[in-house]
């Protein structure tokens, strides 16, 4: 069946440092990938997402690239701060037509101060 | 102020006695989905609702049941829940992009 691959599970970073999270995805057909964060005992939030006709996007220190012939996509944090710590969801979608959506399993992001 | 809701938010029942989650939103959205949340397998969807009257599972949908009469009510309903299915429950809308409510805990035992 259609899944998506999430790596690493845990990442520490220090301050400042970048931190870099990766997502493969098995059906083809899918065409929009965001990316959630959670912050602890919070709903998910939509922090950037890309469409399949895009090959990077970036919102400050935030950017998402994929890489369609690989099936793969990932999201980037520069400048890494103490409030970025949370877990982060990627997730594939078909878009139009259909909302079904598979998410990733989770990368719990640590920034060390 | 645009948000969806959802209750109750903490429910422990028992095994076999019928429940209802409620969710209503009230950004007018026509996409409207359910999604279960544990601990190592991250969100994975329930059922998903593309207008009134209309629905689909999602990857999970035994045990499940969902209802979609009006615009903004997308209500689940567990016929006779069971200890599997003891979870963290988010609703969800979405236009552009895909909004969540604040969750409902709940445990089956």
């Known amino acids: 069946g259609e899944n998506v691959e999430q790596h690493p599970s845990t990442l520490s970073v220090q301050e400042g440092d970048s931190a870099v999270i990766k997502c493969t995805y098995s059906d083809s057909a899918s065409n929009y990938f965001p990316w959630y964060k959670q912050e602890l005992g919070k709903r998910p939030q939509l922090i950037i997402d890309?469409?399949?006709?895009?090959g990077e996007k970036k919102d400050q220190r935030i950017a998402v690239t994929l890489n369609k012939t690989a099936k793969h996509f990932s999201l980037h944090i520069t400048e890494t701060q103490p409030e970025d710590s949370a877990v982060y969801f990627c997730?594939?979608?078909?878009?139009?037509?259909?909302?079904?959506?598979?998410f990733g399993t989770g990368t719990r992001l640590k920034v060390l101060a | 102020e645009a948000q969806v809701t959802q209750n109750p938010r903490y429910l422990i029942t028992v095994t076999g006695k019928k429940l209802t989650v409620t969710c209503s939103q009230n950004m007018n959205h026509e996409y409207m989905s359910w999604y279960r949340q544990d601990p190592g397998l991250g969100l994975r969807q329930i059922y998903y609702?593309?207008?009134?009257?209309?629905?689909d599972k999602g990857d999970v949908p035994e045990g499940y049941k969902v209802s979609r009469k009006e615009k903004r009510n997308f209500p689940l309903i567990l016929e006779s829940p069971s200890p599997n299915q003891t979870s963290l429950y988010f609703c969800?809308?979405?236009?552009?992009?895909?909004?969540f409510g604040p969750g409902t805990r709940l445990t089956v035992t």
């Open positions: 609702s593309m207008n009134v009257e209309v629905t």
């Open positions: 969800a809308s979405r236009s552009y992009e895909q909004y």
């Open positions: 890309i469409r399949s006709n895009v």
């Open positions: 997730a594939a979608s078909k878009g139009s037509g259909t909302y079904k959506y598979i």
